[in-house]
Structure formats: structure tokens, C-alpha cells
């Protein structure tokens, strides 16, 4: 999978010389924590809201509130933009951003095509676009987590038995864990008891997994 189809397209930018007060604004009201800063279509920084909230004169200054007030509405992000920004590529792979995400430690990358904002991905891309359908996060059906069952042979017989019972398995995965083999079904089904005493009949312990849908 690569960046671009996971993306935010419709990005928010705004321009070097914007009031920081209106850069906060613009966050608030769209519900985002960060923007790429642009200069004749060309990516000069980014400004996040916690460079806003750093930027603002501490209550113990010896300022009064409408000094305070003329110092923040005359200020503008160019003023205290980061300038070093971690970018990715439509074509770079997700796994790869998120590596380089993780490894700058930073939790969005704006998109790039030469010098051209072509959209943002952020860790919420990855979640909802990734990880939630991976896991079945906000799907009906029930979790079951089967003790000893990830394994090839494991995976093969439980399978067998859900496929014969005729319910769907919506997602699994094989947690990593040390010195375990289990195996995390999520099947498209509420009723549950009749596959869980067959697989316990195969020889493996089950757990019923509870999560909100």
C-alpha cells in the first residue's frame, strides 16, 4: 500500500506571513493539530498547536493583557515555523512513512510532489484507513481469542471448523508475543457458543474477546 492511498488530499495549508492567532483559528475550527505552511506553492514549514501554545507570552510576564494581546495578534507563523520538515512521496509505502514517522518522531508527514503540497498523511490515516479494517474496530460480530491456535496446524483445523459451521471470519491476526501461538478470530456472527465448544472439542482453550463495535 503506499501513501497516496491512504492520504489526506484536501490538505490545509496556510502561507508564512498568517497571524498565529489565525493559524490557531484555522486548527480549532477544522478540528487539526498541525499545518504545512506554503510559499508560492512551495513547502517553507510546518506549524503545530503546540509551536502556537509555546509561542505564547507566559501569564508570569511582566506584560499587561493588552500588550499581551498586541505581541500575539502581530506575530506570524513564519516566526516560529519549524523549517526542517520530514516529507514523504504519493509513492513511498506506507510502511516505510511509518517508519520514518516513528523514527523523527512526529506524528504527520506532509505529502510531496517536488516542492508541491499534495496532501498530509497523519497517524489518524493509519488508524482508520489501516489499522481499524485490520483489527475489525467498529464491526459487529464477536472476538475470540483461541490459546495455541497460531500456529500452521493450529490456524488449519480452527478454520476448518469455523468454514464447516458456515460463519464468516471477518479479520484474524496471531498477536506477538513471547513464547505464545495464539490466535485472535473475529467472526461475523453474535452467537458464538456453538463454534467455541467445537473448537474446544479440537483441544484448544477459548476466551471470549469483548470490544465495542
Same mark, same amino acid.
Given at each position: 500500500?503506499?501513501?497516496? +492511498?491512504?492520504?489526506?488530499?484536501?490538505?490545509?495549508?496556510?502561507?508564512?506571513?498568517?497571524?498565529?492567532?489565525?493559524?490557531?483559528?484555522?486548527?480549532?475550527?477544522? &478540528?487539526?493539530?498541525?499545518?504545512?505552511?506554503?510559499?508560492?506553492?512551495?513547502?517553507?514549514? #510546518?506549524?503545530?498547536?503546540?509551536?502556537?501554545?509555546?509561542?505564547?507570552?507566559?501569564?508570569?510576564?511582566?506584560?499587561?493583557?493588552?500588550?499581551?494581546?498586541?505581541?500575539?495578534? =502581530?506575530?506570524?507563523?513564519?516566526?516560529?515555523? &519549524?523549517?526542517?520538515?520530514?516529507?514523504?512521496?504519493? +509513492?513511498?509505502?506506507? @510502511? %516505510?512513512?511509518?517508519?520514518?514517522?516513528? %523514527?523523527?518522531?512526529?506524528?504527520?508527514?506532509?505529502?510531496?510532489?517536488?516542492?508541491?503540497?499534495?496532501?498530509?498523511?497523519?497517524?489518524? +490515516?493509519?488508524?482508520? &484507513?489501516?489499522?481499524?479494517?485490520?483489527?475489525?474496530?467498529?464491526?459487529?460480530?464477536?472476538?475470540?481469542?483461541?490459546?495455541?491456535?497460531?500456529?500452521?496446524?493450529?490456524?488449519?483445523?480452527?478454520?476448518?471448523?469455523?468454514?464447516?459451521?458456515?460463519?464468516?471470519? &471477518?479479520?484474524?491476526?496471531?498477536? =506477538?508475543?513471547?513464547?505464545?501461538?495464539?490466535?485472535?478470530?473475529?467472526?461475523?456472527?453474535? +452467537?458464538?457458543?456453538?463454534? #467455541?465448544?467445537?473448537?474446544?472439542?479440537?483441544?484448544?482453550?477459548?476466551?471470549?474477546? @469483548?470490544? @465495542?463495535?
Amino acid at each position: 500500500m503506499l501513501v497516496k +492511498d491512504i492520504m489526506t488530499h484536501n490538505v490545509i495549508t496556510i502561507t508564512g506571513d498568517t497571524y498565529v492567532l489565525d493559524a490557531e483559528k484555522i486548527m480549532d475550527s477544522n &478540528k487539526i493539530g498541525r499545518l504545512p505552511i506554503v510559499d508560492n506553492n512551495r513547502l517553507i514549514g #510546518i506549524v503545530t498547536k503546540d509551536d502556537v501554545l509555546k509561542a505564547s507570552p507566559s501569564s508570569t510576564t511582566s506584560y499587561n493583557q493588552r500588550q499581551l494581546f498586541y505581541l500575539m495578534s =502581530k506575530l506570524t507563523v513564519k516566526e516560529i515555523m &519549524k523549517t526542517r520538515v520530514i516529507t514523504v512521496t504519493p +509513492d513511498t509505502t506506507v @510502511e %516505510k512513512a511509518v517508519t520514518i514517522a516513528q %523514527k523523527h518522531r512526529v506524528g504527520s508527514l506532509p505529502v510531496v510532489e517536488g516542492e508541491r503540497v499534495v496532501g498530509i498523511l497523519t497517524t489518524n +490515516d493509519v488508524f482508520y &484507513k489501516i489499522l481499524n479494517p485490520l483489527l475489525g474496530i467498529g464491526q459487529a460480530g464477536r472476538r475470540l481469542l483461541i490459546y495455541g491456535a497460531g500456529t500452521c496446524d493450529g490456524l488449519h483445523r480452527v478454520l476448518d471448523l469455523v468454514l464447516k459451521a458456515g460463519i464468516e471470519v &471477518k479479520t484474524l491476526w496471531i498477536p =506477538k508475543e513471547p513464547d505464545k501461538q495464539n490466535l485472535i478470530l473475529h467472526l461475523d456472527t453474535e +452467537d458464538v457458543s456453538s463454534i #467455541i465448544g467445537s473448537i474446544e472439542q479440537a483441544g484448544f482453550r477459548v476466551e471470549l474477546r @469483548e470490544f @465495542e463495535a
